[in-house]
């Protein structure tokens, strides 16, 4: 724990409570004024919020807050999971409306990986796993195949427990070994941005830790957006806070700021753990 | 407001949102939905389709004989002409020869279904529970021609010896063996209706202090009856349709109290007597619909008043069993709506429990009488040992009974005997008077003297040319219809009409599939075919293998639709959403993860499909089968074959010079055939329900 908090204090550019514009790095997606239904219920209410590149940003708040489904905006996975959904407002990623009609959605899942809450590794391969993502349209070469399957999984810091065995079913591997193979497998299509929904929330305390390293490890290269419903993992690993509450964010801001003088009554309210 | 980030470490990562893949690659794509779309509606459409030829081939009757004549009429006289020089095509005695054929099926069926579901529900252990609705899912596979086959050859003479009926060939007989095949329908369905009752309104009853059962009797059937009711509903539609149980054992006439009881003969003029009659009618013969269908359809010419009499009779069927599917799976849906039924659910199937018992006693005493003096009987006492430890020493997990409990416990174990001992004789009957006939040259040479000598070669290489083919066409169709519905539709009216026309497509008599594979497949198809090969004498016009396939996958493919969803919506939301969550397009997520991870799902389906497609007559009856041919290969598409269910119907009926060894050889291949394929699918199933890691 004390390392990744060391970690976070000595990376972070961003942790002056009032930092100034041109202080701040580049925004890789930038939403602004989204507003989400599904069907009659107004799920997310006029958000707009930025995720700095090579940035960690956490979404925080109580249960049906909405930070969830912002989460599914930026990849749009809410049209896969739920009919009936729409959207108002603007996602812009690099400058481009990934909302516009011309978006291919396997395109842009390519470019915006996933990692998801319960780890859900195919049951196939190890290999097969990680390889998923690169075969689906293309046909690599079975040397630059292995390659980036290599390199992914050491990046998510599996290969060394794995190396051996790229060839048995990825269920038999531990929660989080699984998880950080789920990482793996996103890392492989090589996207630009990951966005975790609560990946540590069905491992233990000993995984999570990994995947807290993990993540400060990948930040240097992804942007990542985190959604956690642990405020001491928010505080410990990224760099930027949302805290949403009822569809709306309440506030936002540099995560240390955030959690040592929040503005808001109800994100100190939240963050003491007096509700949520 | 945004930048762009500078991305030199990505250097092939597509800067573009738009679609990358090939034209090609999308264009297949778009085709694969559209093939997959279209396979979803092919339920409706040969629902609609059977409908419609069936009707259009009836339809001509009515301009040439009076409808009030066909659907009043007492008589049934094909052949003779009678009142104003017109034959009479009579649809009473028939559908009255059905609906009592049925009515009797039901009153024996019910009871020991009911009865065997609540003692597999309830009563036995959970680790027993799998065995015993595998040996109650063996008993449905039975092909109906070797029931028929039991019927003629032990339960006919029996009954006949017994209470001194004047034929073996009675109403009571089929009823009987009807209720042999209505049993497993009815015990399945309604277990399941009882398994999904909730736990928690079984524990607050148990909580609040009742006894098993009368946490059975006052909680659960209630909250079970519509499933009951849809069970009964399915069991009495398969016993109206089946047509060769009837075929082989009521005689195929109409009966003195029967033409007593219609007013043709004199005698019927209080409400006693009509009792009487109806009484009467079982120990007499009797001609039932789907009989007189199979039976008069290979002599007529296409165009006769006569063929299109008995295509008027194929749409009564078809109306029939349509409204008896609708009622069933009305009732079905209920049962998922409503948790709480009405106090006399909780009467009604208490008496049907203990009417099951009663029963129970009858059948064990008739099948030791039968077993005096008919072969096979020998293995009877130890069985019944066996089934009365089973249903008196195991003991239910649930500890609060008081002996009013252990009464009713006795009456569902011994209606679970009623169901499951009867086939097992049958088994035991058809194993121990065909085994020695099993020589290499009786499964490999031809029939001789017409059927009655030489082997059965051919008739098993046609069996499998039909299993063969069958799935060869029933396969991909339901696979891609059952992704439709697990994959691509939303729910809607479209979804509610396609799953309708499956459960009604499921409930179609397997003799107006018959009709429909004639007048689709051979006469239409096949003229065509001829037209455009420029055939000097037809070839496609004639019974072939591919007709007969063809009808038979029409018939499976709802076995393989519903199974294949099972199996698909089994694999969890989670592979799809990390598919996706990949960059996948649907149709990669179902290639590659879905359809995978499904794969033994479907693979079960497939093969209770083979089982079926191999067991049953009346489709191949007018499509494909033919009664004799000395050719030993495997048959080509465009030949008439050889079967082994219509054999053994030609042979027990036609070649009755035949011996019994011959006849029993026959039935014993069929049933193995039949049972091997069912057993492996059985098999699988269970040991992917073990081996399933997700």
Known sequence: MSIASTTVNENSTVAEPK???????????????????YGDFHALKSVSLPLYANRITAMIGPSGCGKSTFLRVLNRMNEEMASDTRLEGRVLLQGQDIYAPVVDKSTLRKRIGMVFQRPNPFPKSIFDNVAYGPTLDARPNRRTLEELVERSLQQAALWDEVKDKLKQSALALSGGQQQRLCIARALATRPEVILMDEPCSALDPNSTNRIEELMLELKKEYTIAIVTHNMQQAARVSDFTAFFLKGVVMEFGPTERLFTSPEKKETDDYIRGRFG | MSTAVSNADRSNASLSLTDSRTRLSRFREKIINGVITASGMTS??????????????????????????FFFGREWAPTTEGVGGL?????????????????????????????????????????FRPTLKALIELLAAVPSVVLGFFGMMVLGPYLQARFGFATGDTLLTGSITLALMAVPTIATISEDALAAVPRDIREASLGLGATHWQTVRNVIFPAA???????????????????MVVLMVTGNGVGINLLQLMGVMPGTNNPLTAFQNVFGAYAE?????????????????PGQSHYHALFMLGVVLFVITFLINFTADFALKRTRDVRSGSGGASAFLSFLAVLGGVLGIGVTI?????????????????????LALLVFLIRPTITYRRPIDYAMYACLGLGLLAALLPTLFLFGN????????????????APSDGGTAGGIGPAILGTLGLMFGTILLALPLGICAAIYLSEFAKKGPLVGAIRMAIVNLAGVPSIVHGLFGLIVFKTFLGGWLDYFARNSTPVWQNRTLLWGAATLAILVLPIVITTTEEALLSVPASFREGSVGLGATRWQTIRRVVLPAAIPG??????????RSAGETAPILFTAAVTFTTDVRLPSPDAPVLALPYHLYYVVTQATQASDGLKYGIALVLLGLVFTVNITAILLRTRLRRARRW
């Open chain 1, 19 to 37: 930092a100034s514009a041109d202080e701040l790095p580049p925004v890789l997606i930038d939403t602004s004024d989204v507003n989400f239904y």
């Open chain 2, 602 to 611: 479907i693979l079960t389906g497939a093969i209770l499909a083979i089982g």
């Open chain 2, 225 to 243: 009856a519509s499933g009951v009711v849809a069970a009964v509903m399915l069991g009495v539609g398969r016993a109206i349709g089946e047509t």
């Open chain 2, 430 to 445: 058809i194993l121990i008077g065909g085994f020695r006939q099993l020589t290499p040259g009786f499964l490999t040479q």
């Open chain 2, 44 to 69: 409706i459409v040969f629902v609609a389709l059977i409908f419609l030829f069936i009707f259009k081939e009836a339809f001509p009757l009515l301009s040439t004989y009076p409808a009030a004549r």
């Open chain 2, 87 to 127: 034959p009479d095509y009579g649809l009473v005695p028939l559908l009255l020869s059905s609906v009592l054929v049925t009515l009797g099926a039901v009153a024996l069926a019910v009871p020991l279904g009911v009865a065997t579901a609540v003692y597999i529900a309830e009563v036995a252990p959970p680790r």
């Open chain 2, 285 to 301: 013969v009797c001609r039932t619909l789907t009989a007189t269908v199979a039976s008069e359809m290979g002599e007529v010419v």
């Open chain 2, 366 to 386: 008739a099948l030791v009488g039968m077993a005096g003096d008919a072969a096979g009987g020998l293995g009877i006492g130890l069985l019944v040992a066996t």
